[in-house]
C-alpha cells in the first residue's frame, strides 16, 4: 500500500508545482496589464482635458505663431555661409579662441573693436550676428591617430594601449577638419572675412616659427633622402657591372672573386632599400604640401551666404510653441488651485 502511495503523492506534489508557476504567470500578466491599463487611461484624461480645452490652447497658439508672422515678416533677413579649414602645428586651440572671441564682440554689439580686428567697415561689422565653429566628427580618424600613435611609441608598452581611453581623451581641437560659420544681415560680407580670420593664425609669432622649423627639417630630410637614393642606387650600377663581369670572365674559363672582407650585396636588397627611400621621399613631400601655410583653406566662404529657413528658428514657429505652453500652464495652475480648496 506505501508503494501505490508514492506515486500518487508524487501526482500531487507535481499538481501543486503546475498551480503555483500558473498562479504566478497569471500574477506577472495581471500585473503588465494594469500597467498598460494605466497608461491607456492616463492618455484618456490628457485627450479628455485636451479636448476640453482645444479652444484656449489654439486661440494661444494661433496668436503665437501670428505676432511670430509678423516678426518674421518684418525684420530682415538673415544669411549665412561656411568656411572649412585644416590648421597645422597645433593651431586649432587657437582658431576656437579667436572665433569665440569674434562672436563675444558681436554679442557685446561693439563693432568698432570687432571692424578694426576684421578689417571692415562698422556698418558691416553691425549687421554681423554671430561667429561659430565646430569640428567635422569623423571616427575614422581617432582610430588613424591612435595607430600613428600605437607606431611612435615603444612596442613594449603597446599592450597596455586602450583604444577606449584613447577616444576618452580625444578633443574637439584633435580633429582635422573644422567648420566656421557666419550669420549675418549682409548678404555680401562673407568674402572679406576669409582672409583676417586666417591672418590672424598666420601672423601669430610662435606658429610662423613653428612652420620655419618644419620647412628647414623637412628640407634636410628631403636631401638626405636623395643623397641616400643616389648611393643606393650607385652601389646597384656597380654591382651590376661586378656581376657582368664576372660572368664574362666565367664565360672565359676564368673564375673572378670579389675583394676580401667585402661582402657581397645582394641586388634584391638594394632594391627594396631604394623603394623605400622612394616612399620616405613620398611622404616627405606630401607632409611639406599639407604644411605650406599655417591654415589650409579647404574651402572658402561663398561671395553670397545662404537664407536661413530652419523653422525651428523662425519667430512663427517659436512664439506659437511659447504662447501655447504659457496657456497650457495657466490652465493646469488653475485647475491645481480649484483642486487644493476643494480638498
Same mark, same amino acid.
Given at each position: 500500500m506505501a508503494q501505490q502511495n508514492i506515486p500518487q503523492?508524487?501526482?500531487?506534489?507535481?499538481?501543486?508545482?503546475?498551480?503555483?508557476?500558473?498562479?504566478?504567470? &497569471?500574477?506577472?500578466? $495581471?500585473? !503588465?496589464?494594469?500597467?498598460? =491599463?494605466g497608461i491607456l487611461h492616463s492618455l484618456i484624461l490628457a485627450l479628455v482635458f485636451i479636448r476640453n480645452n482645444a479652444l484656449k490652447l489654439g486661440l494661444a497658439t494661433f496668436i503665437g505663431a501670428a505676432?511670430?508672422?509678423?516678426?518674421? @515678416?518684418?525684420?530682415?533677413? &538673415?544669411?549665412?555661409?561656411?568656411? !572649412?579649414?585644416?590648421?597645422?602645428? +597645433?593651431?586649432?586651440?587657437?582658431?576656437?579662441? $579667436?572665433?569665440?572671441?569674434?562672436?563675444?564682440?558681436?554679442? &557685446? +554689439?561693439?563693432?568698432?573693436? %570687432?571692424?578694426?580686428? %576684421?578689417? *571692415?567697415s562698422v556698418s558691416e561689422a553691425s549687421k554681423i550676428k554671430g561667429f561659430y565653429i565646430e569640428p567635422i566628427i569623423n571616427e575614422n580618424e581617432k582610430y588613424e591617430?591612435?595607430? /600613428?600613435?600605437?607606431?611612435?611609441?615603444?612596442?613594449? %608598452?603597446?599592450?597596455?594601449?586602450?583604444? =577606449?581611453?584613447?577616444?576618452?581623451?580625444?578633443? *574637439?581641437?584633435?580633429? =582635422?577638419?573644422? &567648420?566656421?560659420?557666419?550669420?549675418?544681415?549682409? /548678404?555680401?560680407?562673407?568674402?572679406?572675412?576669409?582672409?583676417? !580670420? !586666417?591672418?590672424?593664425?598666420?601672423?601669430? *609669432?610662435?606658429?610662423?616659427?613653428q612652420k620655419k622649423i618644419n620647412d628647414e627639417n623637412l628640407l634636410q630630410n628631403e636631401r638626405?633622402? =636623395?643623397?641616400? @637614393?643616389?648611393?643606393v642606387d650607385t652601389l646597384r650600377k656597380i654591382y651590376n657591372e661586378v656581376l657582368i663581369t664576372e660572368a664574362n670572365k666565367?664565360?672565359?674559363g676564368t673564375a673572378i672573386t670579389l675583394a676580401q672582407g667585402v661582402k657581397k650585396t645582394n641586388e634584391i636588397e638594394l632594391f627594396n632599400e631604394?623603394?623605400? @627611400?622612394?616612399?620616405? @621621399? *613620398?611622404?616627405?613631400?606630401?607632409?611639406?604640401?599639407?604644411?605650406?601655410e599655417i591654415v589650409n583653406v579647404v574651402s572658402t566662404f561663398s561671395e553670397i551666404g545662404v537664407k536661413e529657413r530652419s523653422i525651428l528658428k523662425k519667430w512663427t514657429f517659436v512664439l506659437a510653441v511659447s504662447l501655447g505652453l504659457v496657456m497650457l500652464i495657466v490652465i493646469l495652475l488653475i485647475r491645481l488651485n480649484s483642486y487644493l480648496k476643494n480638498y
Open positions: 503523492d508524487g501526482e500531487v506534489d507535481l499538481g501543486s508545482l503546475f498551480k503555483i508557476i500558473g498562479k504566478g504567470f &497569471q500574477n506577472l500578466f $495581471n500585473f !503588465i496589464g494594469r500597467i498598460f =491599463k505676432i511670430g508672422l509678423y516678426f518674421d @515678416l518684418t525684420n530682415p533677413k &538673415q544669411f549665412s555661409s561656411t568656411m !572649412i579649414v585644416e590648421p597645422n602645428f +597645433k593651431s586649432t586651440q587657437q582658431l576656437y579662441k $579667436n572665433v569665440l572671441f569674434y562672436h563675444e564682440l558681436v554679442k &557685446q +554689439k561693439n563693432s568698432i573693436l %570687432l571692424a578694426k580686428t %576684421l578689417n *571692415i591617430l591612435f595607430n /600613428n600613435f600605437t607606431q611612435e611609441i615603444d612596442s613594449t %608598452l603597446v599592450k597596455y594601449i586602450n583604444i =577606449k581611453e584613447f577616444k576618452k581623451g580625444f578633443t *574637439i581641437y584633435d580633429y =582635422k577638419y573644422h &567648420q566656421i560659420e557666419v550669420k549675418s544681415l549682409n /548678404n555680401g560680407i562673407f568674402e572679406k572675412l576669409s582672409t583676417p !580670420i !586666417i591672418s590672424s593664425i598666420e601672423n601669430n *609669432i610662435y606658429f610662423k616659427n638626405v633622402l =636623395k643623397k641616400s @637614393l643616389r648611393e666565367q664565360n672565359t631604394s623603394l623605400e @627611400l622612394n616612399e620616405e @621621399l *613620398i611622404d616627405n613631400n606630401k607632409e611639406k604640401a599639407e604644411t605650406t
